[in-house]
């Protein structure tokens, strides 16, 4: 679907090149494919270029901000101006699921979780049937250790869309937290049942959970296949999990980036795993996270 999203607004900035609006969403359509499974190629670049093309011809548009925050925040990785870029397109369109849902994710990157969590129940108030405005509400709840009401929101998704790959991804680790082991492996392998490109999760739950063989066997078998920027991402969480920092820091500077990668700097798991390696600070550098 994400394909032919592209592949229709193509046509339209094609056929009407002075149209703002269908550069502002081809940027958003980039970015959506930037996070996901599929091979990005120069995805975020091209969402870089629809973005200012946007502005350029139109700076009164909502999406029009909301693209060149997206932009700012997953591929130029300078979180504060993309903030004022939200709040700019929320001003705008108070109303915009989309926006506020990003913007929720830039707030839990700034620190500042209690924000992240009213802006992302904004995001699902404004689209309450998108599952994925419930369900990833869901993991902030479990970075803030409210572990029943990460569950509550799961099976709201679940309601909403059956084997939501999500739900499972944050039930798992919902469990992982809880040190429910057997349950989270359970919960990771339906996950890598409904949605093979997720089965890295599996790998590190094998891993925290001392069987590390079963966490090299799933890395050998996603090294067999085209490895997308989410499947490099898994990689070096999994690398990570086995302590082969090598490994891990190959696959995080995988290029081009995962929008993920920036998540890095604020992931007590890396930091825990990572810190005090010269290649982190490096990567952390790059990055620029705010002041604990």
Known sequence: GLKKFIVYLNEVVQADPGDPFAYAALAIGYIDIAHGPLDAGDALEKAEAAALRAIKLDSTMAEVYTALALVTQYYNWKFDLAEKYFKKALALNPNSADTHYHYSWGLFWLGRMEEAIAEHKLAQKYDPFDPGNTAWLGSLYVTAGKYDDALLECQKAFEMQKDYPVCYSVIGDCYMHQGKYDEAIETFKKLAEVAPEWKFQLGCAYAVTGHQDETRKIIAEVLKGDITPFQAQGLATMYAEIGDKEEAFKWLNHRPYHP????????????????????YEELLKKINPPEE
């Open 260 to 279: 993920w990668v920036p998540y890095v700097a604020c992931s007590p798991q890396f930091k825990k795993l990572l810190q005090g390696d010269p290649r």
